[in-house]
């Protein structure tokens, strides 16, 4: 995903959308189906190296799929929301909070003793257009921005001191060369957003982890970036527990000797590493940008979703290969990875069915649509240490 921006990532849906998009894809699941009959949890596979996680969608924190839910909480000890904590959901309006799929999600994770954490409270998408207006439709002040950014941290970290333990406090503030990336954020505020957003955070719950959160940081520019923005932020006391690394990469991209040159480089800055979004796209690229390219992506759908009526057992097998190297090198580099998070618990769940072309079948994940365990779940139990007693 080199070339995509996070504008290019989002051409065509809306976050409602998506939601629509995600339940319809799991419509055709009957209740009762198959779940795995994993004797083995990554969990406590991997218990002595890093949490291994799971990003639930709203219809599984709402108990729309329960075995979807067991599954997750027998196999991981972390827990991010795909989408309920974004701005677009869980504050919809000016004086409009949505709590009630939040609320679910945090009492799941309690009840398992799980990791929580919170995704994402500043990024330009899925963040609504009135958030950057006054009353009358006209860009805000400096002054009147801040104040509605550290009011809804203060609403939504606040509601949650305590129970959610690390938060993503920022989401892709930097393109791949390493420039502040121009949002409505940087435009109305100025370069500090990202430190406001910070010390807004650690004022709501100065227990809380925080983290910043970015895709693509391969990109040496970016890197760079990056690691200035966690010295900086260090330097002037500000909180910053971790980075998050989103993963979502491809079978030939990035290369593991990029993943690895990203890891030394983040490690050197005394944070926590967090693998926060991984999924592995094993479908053929396509990234048109403009409404011309998107129609002709849609047109081509057939010759771009090669594995509709199922996932050959090469590709399977060369998908598993792929995850088990990655492991590797997040075995070697255990020692700074805090947490690995899968994005979703199937390959049902996946953003990756409708994004960058809708109603694909795609199989980023470890389990597949019937939840029962891939080639990669069972390489990557094998990779792992025998788990502590
Ligand atoms: C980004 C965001 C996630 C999610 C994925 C795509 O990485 O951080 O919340 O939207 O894109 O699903």
Not at 86 to 96: G, L, N, R, S
Not at 263 to 290: A, C, F, H, M, W
């Amino acid at each position: 995903m080199n070339s995509v921006n996070s504008q290019e990532r989002y051409p065509i849906l809306t976050a409602q959308a998506w939601l629509c998009l995600a339940a319809a894809t799991l419509a055709g699941r009957t209740a009762g189906q198959a779940t795995a009959d994993e004797t083995r949890a990554l969990k406590e596979l991997y218990a002595d190296k890093f949490r291994v996680g799971v990003a639930l969608s709203t219809s599984q924190v709402l108990g729309e799929q329960p075995e979807a839910l067991a599954l997750a909480a027998r196999q991981y000890n972390a827990i991010t929301p795909e989408n309920l904590l974004k701005w677009a959901e869980v504050h919809p309006e000016p004086e409009k909070y949505e709590f009630g799929p939040a609320d679910a999600f945090v009492e799941f994770g309690q009840r398992h003793g799980m990791f929580i954490v919170g995704h994402t409270l500043t990024w330009h998408n899925q963040t609504p257009a009135w958030v950057f207006e006054d009353d009358a439709g006209q860009p805000l002040s400096r002054g009147a921005l801040l104040a509605r950014l550290r009011a809804h941290i203060h609403a939504v970290v606040g509601r949650y001191q305590g129970r959610i333990h690390g938060w993503d406090v920022v989401n892709e503030a930097f393109e791949d060369d390493g420039a502040l990336r121009d949002t409505p954020w940087r435009r109305i505020i100025g370069d500090d957003y990202l430190e406001q957003a910070f010390r807004f955070a650690h004022e709501a719950d100065p227990k809380a982890e925080l983290y910043y959160n970015d895709y693509n940081e391969w990109h040496p520019g970016k890197r760079r970036a990056v690691s200035q923005f966690v010295r900086s932020l260090k330097a002037r006391g500000v909180r910053i527990d971790g980075i998050g690394l989103q993963g979502h990469w491809g079978m030939s991209y990035p290369l593991l000797d990029e993943v690895e040159a990203t890891l030394s480089d983040y490690g050197k800055l005394g944070v926590k590493l967090l693998i926060t979004e991984l999924d592995i796209n094993v479908l053929p690229r396509s990234n048109g940008q403009t409404a011309a390219d998107v129609a002709a992506r849609d047109a081509a759908a057939e010759e771009l979703n090669p594995y509709a009526e199922g996932l050959p057992p090469e590709v399977d097998e060369a998908l598993a290969d792929r995850y088990a190297s990655i492991f590797r090198l997040f075995l070697k580099h255990a020692d700074k990875i805090d947490r690995v998070t899968f994005w979703g618990v199937h390959d049902g769940q996946s953003w990756l069915n409708n994004w960058p072309i809708r109603g694909r079948t795609a199989y980023p994940l470890l389990f597949d649509r019937r939840l029962q365990p891939k080639l990669a779940f069972e390489k990557l139990a094998g990779l792992a240490a025998p788990a502590r007693q």
